[in-house]
C-alpha cells in the first residue's frame, strides 16, 4: 500500500513539472556546452537554418558530424562547399578523429539490423532496430518493452553466433527463463543464448552511468564482440532518485550526460543501443493520448529512433514510430507470445 501512494505522488510530482521541463532543459543544453561549439557556431549556422536542422533531427554536433552532405543539402538549402564546411566544422570540433567522406561511407555501410521478431514492427522501422544510434521505446507498465529487449537480446545473438549482448537492468525484470523460451523461438540453443547475454543490475542511478561506461572496457579489455546494448530502464533511478524541483536540472544533466555515452559506444562501436522509457501523463493536455515520454527534451533529442508502445485490441500491442531521422511516423500492431513477438 505504501509503496502504491509513494508512486502515486511521484507522478503527481512529474504532472506538476511538466511545463518547466521545457525551460529546465534549455538550461542544461546550455550548461552542457559551456567550453563546447552550438550548432548555431558552426559557419553559415544562424537561428533559422539551426531550426531547419533541428526539424529533420540535427540537434547537436555529432549528428552533423556524422551526416552526408546530400542530407544537410536537403534540409538546409546551403551549397555543397558550405556544407562541406560545416561538416569539418563539427567534426573537428568533436575530436573524434572523423576523417573523409570515403570513410564516412565505409561507417555507414557497416550499420546493421536486428529483427524485432515482427515482420510489421521491422518494416515500420526501416528493416529493424539500427546499430549506431539509439532506439528508445516508451509505454506504461506491461506495454512490452522489457519483452522486446528480451527478444533483441535472443535475435542479435541468432543473427550473429560471435555476438554478446549487454543487458543493464535498473527494475530487476530481466528473467533468464524468458531468454530460454525466445531462445527455442527461434531455434538457438538456450544455454548458449544465456552464456553471451552479460547481464548487471544497477542499484542506483550513479552505478548505472558507471555501467554503461565500462561497455568500452568490456570491449576493449576483455575483447567481447558487443552488438547490443540495452539499458532497461533508461529513467527509473533518476527518476526516484532525483525529486523535486531542485533536483532537476541535475536530473536531466545526468542524463544527459548518461546517453552521451551510450551514443559514444554505438557510433564508435557500431552496436545497437536499445533503452526502455516510462511515461506520464500530462495534465495539459485534453485531446488524444495525454501519455508523454520521461525525461523531456533530453531523453527525445538522444534518442535516434523513439517508438511509443501501448496495449491494443485482444491482448495485442501497438507500436508507433514518434520519431525517426529518415522515416515517417506509422504505427503497426503485434502479439507478445511465448517465444517471441508475432505479427498481428
Ligand atoms: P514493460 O513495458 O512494463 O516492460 P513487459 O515488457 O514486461 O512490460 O510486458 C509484460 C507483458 O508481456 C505481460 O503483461 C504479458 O502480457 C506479456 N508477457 C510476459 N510474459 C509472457 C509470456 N510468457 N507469454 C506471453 N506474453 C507474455
Ligand atoms: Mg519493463
Known sequence: MMVKKEKVELENFEEQIVEEMDEVDKEVVVVKSKGELKITDLPGVGAATAEKLEIVGYTDLMSIAVASPRELIEATGMTEPAVKKLIAVARNSLDMGFESGEELLRRRAKVFKVTTGCKAFDAMLG?????????????????????????????????DETAIAVYIDTEGTFRPERIEQF?????????????????????????????????????????????????????????????????????????????????????????????????????????????????????????????????????????????????????CGFYITEEGLKDL
Open 127 to 159: 528493416g529493424g532496430i539500427e546499430s549506431g544510434s539509439i532506439t528508445e521505446t516508451y509505454a506504461q507498465y506491461g506495454g512490452g518493452k522489457t519483452q522486446l529487449a528480451h527478444a533483441l537480446c535472443v535475435n542479435m545473438l541468432k543473427q
Open 183 to 331: 531462445a527455442k523461438g527461434v531455434g538457438l540453443d538456450a544455454s548458449d543464448a544465456l552464456r553471451r547475454i552479460k547481464v548487471a543490475r544497477a542499484f542506483n542511478a550513479d552505478h548505472q552511468m558507471l555501467l554503461a561506461e565500462k561497455v568500452e572496457d568490456l570491449i576493449k579489455k576483455q575483447n567481447c564482440n558487443v552488438k547490443l546494448v540495452i539499458v532497461d530502464s533508461l529513467t527509473s533511478h533518476f527518476r526516484a532518485e532525483f525529486i523535486g524541483r531542485g533536483a532537476l536540472a541535475e536530473r536531466q544533466q545526468k542524463i544527459n550526460k548518461h546517453m552521451h555515452v551510450l551514443l559514444k559506444v554505438a557510433n564508435v562501436f557500431n552496436l545497437i543501443v536499445y533503452v526502455t522509457n516510462q511515461v506520464m501523463s500530462r495534465p495539459d493536455q485534453f485531446f488524444g493520448d495525454p501519455t508523454e515520454a520521461i525525461g523531456g527534451n533530453i531523453v527525445g533529442h538522444n534518442s535516434t529512433f523513439r517508438v511509443y508502445l501501448r496495449r491494443g485490441k485482444k491482448n495485442s500491442r501497438v507500436a508507433k514510430l514518434v520519431d525517426s531521422p529518415n522515416l515517417p511516423d506509422s504505427e
